[in-house]
């Protein structure tokens, strides 16, 4: 495989007693070797419940409807969503994730030890002063001061900053091919962000791991991604590269985001905000999803959804602005 992950056709339904509601709704994209793949948007917009889906960690009422996702796997292309236990062979050793949250990500009775060794257990055979050792040596390398002391320590003890590296440490203890990262400054203050971007992007580098980054936050997507795809109501919208996307903006929901982060620094002006709510799933209009709140709405756009099309080479936009040629009208 040229890429690490190649998703296709992706759908995901919410079941409810009287109707099925589609979350996400044939989302495609591409993920290549060694590359850090940036997935932005408000909250609603699909954006966590792809990455479980790629985990294959969705629980009912959510379910994978369509589409397939095939990753370069140490035994060749696979489709993951074709696995059932073969799954947690890949799961914790080739990809892995972040989840949010970290201090409810964490078992709060089981020691530091214990929860970065379990994955060790499950995955190599290494017996246990070898496992101490590289749970030891990883902590090290995610920055934690007095590791050996941490060890020992449970979760309660710790701050959200420390909690997070040891997510991380976790993540990476397999060096999987893989890593998803879900919102993983969420809840933390800004020195702290700033010190786990750094550092997923150092041991990006000594790991030659591919990441896909999941945030709301576009100063994160600058940080750390060469790749990034805008997410609305299911659908991605736009995807370029991250200088393209903050210098040559195409869809109007992506011009609205990054005018409400440029607006923070306008002293005595009102903070910009985008106009009304990301509709919710299983009331989605006819035409654009994005129409009702786009100052920019034609006639079509209340009557025919636009299709993603490729608006210059590498560069993608769901939007009537532009023609099926690319030109913008």
């Known amino acids: 495989m040229e890429n690490i992950l190649e998703v296709r056709n992706l759908s995901i339904d919410l079941m409810t007693k ?18 850090s793949y940036g997935i932005v948007g408000e909250s609603g917009c699909g954006k966590s419940i792809t990455a479980m889906s790629i985990m294959q960690l969705l629980s009912y009422p959510l379910k ?65 002063k070898e496992m101490r050792d590289m749970a030891l040596e990883m902590l090290k390398k995610a920055g934690i001061p007095r590791a050996e002391q941490i060890l020992t320590e449970y979760p309660h003890q710790l701050s959200g900053g420390m909690l997070q590296r040891i997510m991380i440490a976790i993540a990476l203890i397999c060096k999987p091919k893989l890593l998803i990262a879900d919102e993983p400054t969420t809840a933390l203050d800004v020195t702290i962000q700033a010190q786990i971007l750094d550092l997923m992007n150092e041991l990006k580098e000594s790991f030659d ?9 576009l100063g994160v997507i600058a940080e750390t991604c060469e790749k990034v795809a805008v997410f609305y109501a299911g659908q991605i919208v736009e995807e370029t590269d991250v200088v393209r996307l ?33 509709p919710a799933g299983g009331h989605i209009p006819t ?18 959804a636009p299709e993603l099309l490729e608006i210059e080479k590498g560069h993608k936009c769901r939007c009537w602005l532009y023609s099926e040629s690319g030109d913008k009208k």
Do not use: W
């Open 18 to 35: 009287n109707s099925t509601k589609k979350l996400v709704d044939n989302v495609s994209f591409d993920v290549g070797k060694k590359q």
């Open 64 to 128: 994978n409807s369509g589409g397939e996702i095939f990753f370069d796997s140490e035994s060749g292309k696979v489709d993951l969503l074709s696995l059932k236990k073969e799954m947690r062979k890949l799961r914790g050793k080739e990809i892995s994730m972040i989840f949010q949250e970290p201090m409810t990500a964490l078992d709060p009775i089981f020691t530091i030890e214990q929860q970065i060794i379990e994955t060790l257990k499950f995955h190599t055979r290494l017996n246990r």
């Open 209 to 217: 791991t591919s990441i896909i980054m999941i945030t709301h936050d």
């Open 287 to 304: 035409g654009c999803r994005f129409e009702e709140r786009c100052g920019m709405a034609k006639e079509i756009c209340r009557q025919k």
């Open 246 to 278: 903050f210098h040559d903006t195409a869809h109007p929901y992506t011009t609205g985001l990054l005018k409400a982060v440029t607006s923070l620094g306008d002293k005595g002006k009102t903070l910009y905000t985008i106009p009304g709510m990301v």
